[in-house]
């Protein structure tokens, strides 16, 4: 079995480089396929949802090597548009690989994606908007076979700001006759991220990062190369563990904007917060207090993604924290295991809350999902004793190196794998 073992009661301090941000780089790998060429991908996190684009870009014909932390995709030798069960059902991001095939070949053949723990995942929205553009669309078997003889751009309204089936549409409209008019789009800045990609091959997309994407489809693209923004994500987890464990840590190459709802919950618990154009620096105490009800939304609202670890950096804060979860039902799987290192929280649907304890104490437990995981670690660093961490697999989904980046900034933690226990 694999685990973090991690002994708590150690501030946090230092410098650390934040990785590049699992949410863009997934996307960008399903855009590679539009340019037919190259695209030179640089400070790409090494992640087990990477390495299951990889083996679905393969898969299709394609190849992608990494040197360093830069990845080469050559997407030319694309030989088919099918993607099997199993490659689907490893991770949600899958289905972005729907309208990027469309665009470049009219017809995929895949099933629906996996990566459902955080309670129904439906597609819905992705299909209607498609099935908009002229892409036919049959189950059979549990697999949709999806067919455009032409994908036509026209106007599409979304009921929800679903980041995916922002994705997917607009990876479809770069391959549409025409332009697509996306309406009530998702704002997230890994929007941003993946139009820039495309851009810089050639592609005419505008207007990301507010609610309306206007993308005029069928420009010739050519290769290409992109450097992947910073995970927000990954930044929120380490700025709460700084804040819950105390200490002070510069987190370098993240854009503060995108941080902006996490930072200000973090400095409405008592810490210091100081940031400019590419840093983040935290000054914390360890001693928090509660804060006003953290309510989950779209971009720029509070992220779903970083509810758990800010859960983690509030469960020894002076007070009551309510949150409440307004994107996915069920995200509250990791509070009966904060349970277990002693937290007060008390979960009734959508709403979660958080009594602040005296203390914690070490245990073990394990990751129910990706960022609940994240979350057991946080609080790992605040509780007395030894604590382990196990159902790693989560946590790899999004973490390039969780224990190595937290022991840099001072924390004792190791990942102890089978291999080391023989
Ligand atoms: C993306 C992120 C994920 C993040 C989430 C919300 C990636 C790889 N993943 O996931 O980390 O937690 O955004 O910020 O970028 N919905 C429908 N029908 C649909 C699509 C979505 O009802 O067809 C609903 C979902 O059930 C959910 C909400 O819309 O309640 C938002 O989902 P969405 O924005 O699509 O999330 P993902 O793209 O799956």
Redesign the pocket.
Known sequence: MNYLRIIGGRALQGELEIQGA??SV??ILAATLLNRGQSVLHRCPRLQDVDASIRILRRLGCSAEWEGDTLCVHTGAMACGEIPDAMMREM??SVIFLGAILARCGHAVLSYPGGCE??????????AALRAMGVEIEEKGGYLHCCAQKLRGCEIMLS??????T?NVILAACGAEGATVLCNA?R?P?IVDLQNFLNACGADVRGAGSSTIVVQGGRPLHDCEHTIIADR?VAATYLSAAAAAGGDVLLRRVDYRHLSTVTAALKEAGCTVRSHTDWVQLRSDGCLRAIRPVRTA??PGF???AQAVLMAALLKAKGTTVFIEN???NRYRHVDELTRLGAGIRTEGRVAVVCGVGKLHGARVQATDLRGGAALAVAALTAEGESRVSELQHIDRGYADLAGDLACLGADIVRVDEMEKN
């Open positions: 699992k949410n997934l996307p949600r991001s955080l309670g129904p995942r439906p597609i819905d929205l992705h299909l929800i700001p679903s980041v995916g089936a994705e998702a997230e890994e994500i779209p971009y992220p779903t993604d994107i996915f039902e």
